[in-house]
């Protein structure tokens, strides 16, 4: 009997790497070439983004201001609305302020008074000068209110006062003053009548002393007692 070769292994073989050899190719493709943007047009790219930037920023800034102008606004009418309420409340929350000073106020014991006048005589309708100053010659430190109505000038004729300083009363002037202290003031009368009236108005408005002699004194209005030497001049 004669033996036959078995070649179909081999045939396989050979049509198994045909088979592979013909699934492993692909077809051709080009590869894309990248559009190239030329340098002008990204200029102009770049001016684009840079303005857009810029009207988003202005955009931006013009909301905040609307939303911070509309809250200023409604705090202020909200504010306007409440003011008398606002305003009660903060005079009621405010304490009336309480003297804590110890130093007593000073009294004849503790002040002496001058007076003098710049000029022995005075025009109607003139303006005498004076020189007035507190003096502190006792042994313990004490407040004297300095001002035109606690340290009073008073002129007078005869019996009959003519002016007083405390009339248009200014604010007070407290001197804390120790032995040794002295202060002085210029005073100036202009030669005007006030003694009738009961309450501040304008000193155009007053009526002029006539010619004769007339004496002028200050002394604290807290402490009569002390008081200066007085001073006698005349309007002529």
Request: hydrophobic share 35%.
């Amino acid at each position: 009997m004669a033996l036959q070769r078995n070649n179909s292994g081999v045939n396989g073989a050979r049509s198994g790497r045909g088979t592979g050899a013909g699934r492993s190719a692909e077809p051709y493709a080009p590869k894309k070439r990248k559009r190239k943007i030329s340098k002008k047009k990204q200029a102009i790219y770049r001016r684009r983004r840079i303005v857009a930037g810029i009207v988003l920023a202005v955009v931006l800034a013009l909301i905040i201001f609307c939303i911070y102008s509309i809250g200023r606004g409604v705090g202020a009418i909200n504010t306007l609305i409440h003011h008398d309420e606002v305003y009660a409340i903060s005079r009621q929350a405010t304490p009336t302020p309480k003297s804590t000073s110890k130093v007593k106020k000073c009294s004849a014991n503790d002040l002496t008074l001058e007076l003098s006048s710049k000029s022995q005589s005075v025009p109607v309708g003139g303006t005498l000068e004076f020189t007035a100053s507190i003096v502190h010659d006792g042994s313990n430190s004490c407040l004297v209110d300095g001002s035109d109505s606690g340290r009073v000038l008073t002129i007078t004729s005869g019996s009959e006062t003519i002016y007083k300083s405390d009339l248009c009363a200014p604010d007070s002037r407290w001197l804390l003053m120790a032995k040794g202290d002295k202060d002085v003031q210029q005073l100036k009368w202009n030669t005007d009548y006030n003694a009738t009236l009961t309450e501040c108005t304008d000193e155009a408005d007053w009526s002029k002393v006539k010619a004769g002699t007339y004496t002028a004194q200050i002394a604290l209005k807290d402490e009569p007692k002390v008081k200066s030497d007085p001073v006698t001049f005349t309007v002529e």
